[in-house]
């Protein structure tokens, strides 16, 4: 065959030239206004940690960051977004543990999250807490096991919805607890608390931050948190673990941009994230909102978060929970 040196020494000054501009954009990175999509409304957990990761990166970097809150289809809609933007590092993405259970839990995704998102840095390590209404005559861990299995099919656990935290959460305790508790769906966590303290459901597993406001109030009671150690905000709240050995449970949230982004910012990006989290400023605004700075490299978060789906991923097959 003959070989058409012209077209391949063009070929190669091509990728050469691709090679160079990118080595350079990552140099100069960053030199304009960037944004990061959040695939939840404004006010939602994800969106404080994402708006407290942006504000300390734009001020690091000498660069606006403007967050987008593009909701809908649990942040599929932002993610399809991010993984279909130009590689260069000025659209970022809010991950977290909806990302890695959407793999499972979705049946028609048009992108593979694990191959097509660049994990950049870690925010935040999320804790849950089991909650049930301060009406219900238990107020342990043990106290509720025993309490379902003399009722098994008439305690009611809430969720916010299929695949959520709170019902993934739930799942893992019914399995490891062998107690028969129903299920009942709700469109987030506000509808189910109010359920909850109206006593028309009997247990939730919440997000910390979600529900601490709750709980300080008196209007719910912590049975444990989700976490293997106990949580500064609620020290006197037992790890479910305490009861129910083994059991654990928890989030996080961080920071992604499409593949193939040049290393070189990706890392520059990391550095940023990891200097802010052993700031003390803001790891004290974390703190309040029971959250753990969750610093490492990309590929620490890389590993964790194909762990992480993997577990996550026996669950909902064991529960048989499937969104088209």
């Given at each position: 065959?003959?070989?058409?040196?012209?077209?391949?020494?063009?070929?190669?000054?091509?990728?050469?030239?691709?090679?160079?501009?990118?080595?350079a954009h990552a140099q100069t990175f960053p030199s304009r206004p960037?944004?990061?999509l959040v695939g939840f409304a404004a006010g939602s957990g994800v969106?404080?940690s994402a708006r407290l990761a942006a504000q300390w990166l734009s001020?690091?970097?000498?660069?606006?960051?403007?967050?987008?809150?593009?909701?809908?289809?649990?942040?599929?809609?932002?993610?399809?977004?991010?993984?279909?933007?130009?590689?260069?590092?000025?659209?970022?993405?809010?991950?977290?543990?909806?990302?890695?259970?959407?793999?499972?839990?979705?049946?028609?995704?048009?992108?593979?999250?694990?191959?097509?998102?660049?994990?950049?840095?870690?925010?935040?390590?999320?804790?849950?807490?089991?909650?049930?209404?301060?009406?219900?005559?238990?107020?342990?861990?043990?106290?509720?096991?025993?309490?379902?299995?003399?009722?098994?099919?008439?305690?009611?656990?809430?969720?916010?919805?299929?695949?959520?935290?709170?019902?993934?959460?739930?799942?893992?305790?019914?399995?490891?607890?062998?107690?028969?508790?129903?299920?009942?769906?709700?469109?987030?966590?506000?509808?189910?608390?109010?359920?909850?303290?109206?006593?028309?459901?009997?247990?939730?597993?919440?997000?910390?931050?979600?529900?601490?406001?709750?709980?300080?109030?008196?209007?719910?009671?912590?049975?444990?948190?989700?976490?293997?150690?106990?949580?500064?905000?609620?020290?006197?709240?037992?790890?479910?673990?305490?009861?129910?050995?083994?059991?654990?449970?928890?989030?996080?949230?961080?920071?992604?941009?499409?593949?193939?982004?040049?290393?070189?910012?990706?890392?520059?990006?990391?550095?940023?994230?990891?200097?802010?989290?052993?700031?003390?400023?803001?790891?004290?605004?974390?703190?309040?909102?029971?959250?753990?700075?969750?610093?490492?490299?990309?590929?620490?978060?890389?590993?964790?978060?194909?762990?992480?789906?993997?577990?996550?991923?026996?669950?909902?097959?064991?529960?048989?929970?499937?969104?088209?």
């Amino acid at each position: 065959m003959k070989v058409d040196r012209r077209k391949v020494l063009s070929i190669a000054m091509g990728a050469a030239l691709t090679a160079r501009t990118r080595v350079a954009h990552a140099q100069t990175f960053p030199s304009r206004p960037m944004r990061m999509l959040v695939g939840f409304a404004a006010g939602s957990g994800v969106d404080i940690s994402a708006r407290l990761a942006a504000q300390w990166l734009s001020a690091h970097l000498g660069q606006p960051i403007v967050v987008e809150n593009r909701p809908g289809a649990s942040a599929n809609l932002a993610t399809e977004a991010v993984v279909r933007a130009p590689p260069d590092g000025y659209t970022l993405l809010a991950i977290g543990t909806f990302n890695a259970v959407n793999t499972t839990l979705y049946r028609h995704l048009t992108f593979d999250f694990l191959r097509d998102i660049a994990p950049v840095a870690g925010i935040a390590r999320t804790a849950g807490v089991m909650i049930v209404s301060p009406s219900l005559p238990v107020r342990t861990v043990a106290e509720f096991i025993a309490y379902a299995k003399e009722r098994p099919g008439k305690v009611n656990l809430a969720s916010a919805g299929p695949g959520s935290s709170a019902s993934l959460y739930g799942e893992l305790f019914k399995s490891m607890a062998g107690v028969d508790l129903v299920s009942v769906s709700y469109r987030g966590s506000t509808p189910a608390q109010s359920d909850l303290m109206g006593g028309q459901v009997h247990v939730m597993f919440d997000v910390v931050s979600s529900a601490l406001g709750l709980i300080k109030a008196g209007k719910l009671r912590p049975l444990g948190v989700t976490t293997t150690s106990r949580l500064a905000v609620l020290p006197d709240v037992p790890a479910v673990a305490e009861s129910l050995p083994g059991y654990e449970a928890s989030g996080w949230q961080g920071i992604g941009a499409p593949r193939n982004t040049p290393v070189a910012i990706i890392d520059a990006l990391n550095k940023s994230m990891n200097a802010g989290l052993a700031d003390p400023t803001l790891k004290t605004r974390l703190g309040d909102l029971g959250i753990e700075p969750f610093p490492g490299s990309p590929a620490e978060l890389s590993a964790y978060i194909a762990d992480y789906t993997a577990k996550w991923g026996k669950v909902i097959r064991a529960a048989n929970i499937r969104l088209d």
